[in-house]
């Protein structure tokens, strides 16, 4: 349906009122000669692109020349320079004579560089002719006009962009201009290209980080209550709201979506982040989203079965990539187990959701007979008795994590364990409900007398109480045929 405009195109830009004011800042010093270089780095969707647009708005009102270039995911076959032939080729449109004088320029128009470079100095002076020339032809164009240069997406970018990049802003000096180049941090693995270079830039003088936090939580329901415009109960917006964790992209999502399970389409955008990974990996990631959206170390070694080094390789691969984050151990979590953490919920639920139906329950399961091994027998700080798995969608309509303590999930009470004489038995107990939690799961729901354990809980007091069998015991035969 083509023409439908996107939820939350066209809202106010919600919070960000530190960062507005860092881009006000830059563009006041470009437009009295004192150019600046801004790195934005921000996880995909928090809102880089919203905030270049102000960014974008205020400077064309402040009568700033603009020029936008956008590099693209083109995988692996980065086409050079592609941010800065869009730039070029905006300037070529707006001031043909400024493009005209800088002959290099002609590279970077549309067509311009079929021409492969003979020998490698050819290349290289050709490189440096045509950097010579960009730098050239913002100076003149900064002499009449201020200018922001944005170059948007540099996570995608190849490598010409990112050595001219890192030339424009080393010869930053009393041009009227403002360079913004944005990157997806969540994007930079270990090994990507861009790190080097951000390291290198973060170090000139002219320039500055604006790194974008997700939106705090009263910002973020400000954001779902605009998205939504009325048409979601409190209730609901500020479950959206939690869940989206302060990112536009994914409130917009759940706004959208028509029930509270995870949107097909941001399941697609979330998975497609492990689809790269190797096969191990990606089933430890499976396998951690069942425990919830912490795990432990123990507990993923314990459930995959795996040998130290495959899983710690697996692990370092999801690490490396921002999908996990290695977390400190929860205080009070008995072993000290480390652990891991989901980078965001979305990204494990939508993990969790890849499940396949068998796989799902041999994990829970899995996670359920760990949990039920008294302290001290099983791997330690795998998880806390008592605080065992909670299967199927929970209120909000998301899975729950199966485990929430100590090692494998964070509840929110950090696992601490039932303290004195009676903390065994405590714990004993919870170990049976947890067993009994895992027996449950295969027996489908919850106790439906609403005592809160699943069915075919063992250790439930009011359960056994109101079982009929208990019941006809109090009362005498009568009751028995009552029971049925
Ligand atoms: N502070 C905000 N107030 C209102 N809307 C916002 C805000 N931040 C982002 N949005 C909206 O959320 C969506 C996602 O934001 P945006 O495209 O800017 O993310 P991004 O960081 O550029 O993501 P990507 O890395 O994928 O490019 C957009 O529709 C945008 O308009
Ligand atoms: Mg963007």
Redesign the pocket.
């Known amino acids: 349906m083509t023409g439908v405009a996107?939820?939350?195109?066209g809202?106010?830009?919600?919070?960000?009122r530190h960062e507005v004011s860092a881009l006000s800042g830059a563009l006041e010093r470009a437009a009295v000669g004192r150019p600046t270089g801004l790195l934005m780095s921000?996880?995909?969707?928090?809102?880089?692109?919203?905030?270049?647009?102000e960014a974008v708005e205020r400077a064309a009102a402040a009568g700033f020349t603009v020029l936008v270039g956008r590099c693209l995911d083109t995988a692996e076959s980065a086409l050079p320079y592609l941010p800065f032939t869009e730039v070029v080729g905006a300037l070529a449109a707006t001031r043909p004579e400024l493009v005209a004088e800088h002959v290099a320029l002609r590279h970077l128009l549309p067509g311009g560089l079929a021409r492969a470079a003979a020998t490698v100095e050819q290349r290289d002076l050709g490189q440096l002719q045509v950097f010579d020339a960009v730098l050239s032809v913002l100076d003149d164009l900064t002499a009449s006009t201020p200018a922001l240069l944005v170059v948007?997406?540099m996570?995608w970018s190849d490598r010409s962009s990112r050595d001219l990049l890192f030339f424009l802003l080393s010869r930053l000096t009393g041009q009227r201009l403002v360079v913004l180049a944005?990157?997806?941090s969540d994007?930079l693995h270990r090994r990507h290209p861009l790190r080097p270079l951000l390291s290198e830039l973060v170090r000139l003088p002219q320039v500055e980080r604006i790194d974008?936090r997700p939106?705090d939580a009263g910002?973020s329901l400000e954001?779902v209550r605009?998205?939504a415009d009325g048409s979601v109960p409190e209730a609901k917006l500020r479950r959206i709201a939690k869940r989206s964790e302060g990112?536009?992209?994914f409130?917009?999502e759940l706004v959208s979506a028509s029930s509270d399970r995870l949107p097909h389409g941001l399941v697609e955008v979330l998975v497609a982040r492990i689809e790269g990974f190797s096969a191990t990996t990606q089933r430890v990631l499976r396998i951690g989203s069942v425990a919830g959206r912490r795990v432990s170390h123990r507990g993923l070694a314990a459930v995959s079965g795996l040998p130290d080094d495959e899983l710690e390789q697996a692990l370092r691969e999801a690490v490396a990539h921002h999908v996990l984050v290695a977390a400190d151990p929860e205080p009070g979590t008995f072993g000290a187990d480390d652990g891991y953490q989901f980078r965001h919920a979305l990204l494990r639920e939508a993990i969790y959701h890849e499940l396949l139906p068998g796989e799902r329950s041999r994990v829970h399961a899995r996670y359920a007979e760990l949990l039920a091994v008294p302290g001290g027998t099983g791997p330690r700080g795998v998880a806390e008795p008592g605080r065992a798995a909670e299967p199927g969608p929970p209120r909000d309509g998301g899975p729950r994590p199966a485990a929430r303590a100590g090692g494998v999930g964070a509840g929110r009470d950090g696992g601490r364990r039932p303290r004195g004489p009676r903390g065994g038995a405590v714990a004993r107990r919870a170990g049976h409900r947890a067993v009994a939690r895992g027996a449950g799961r295969r027996g489908g729901g919850r106790c439906r007398r609403g005592h809160g354990h699943p069915v075919g809980g063992v250790g439930c007091e009011q359960h056994r109480r109101s079982r009929p069998r208990h019941r006809a015991r109090q009362a005498g035969p009568r009751t028995r045929r009552g029971a049925r």
Not at 6 to 9: E, Y
Not at 11 to 16: F, M
């Open positions: 996107r939820l939350g195109v809202i106010e830009l919600v919070g960000r921000g996880d995909a969707g928090v809102g880089k692109s919203r905030l270049v647009a948007e997406d996570h944005t990157h997806r994007d974008l939106l910002e954001l605009l998205l990112n536009a992209f409130a917009e």
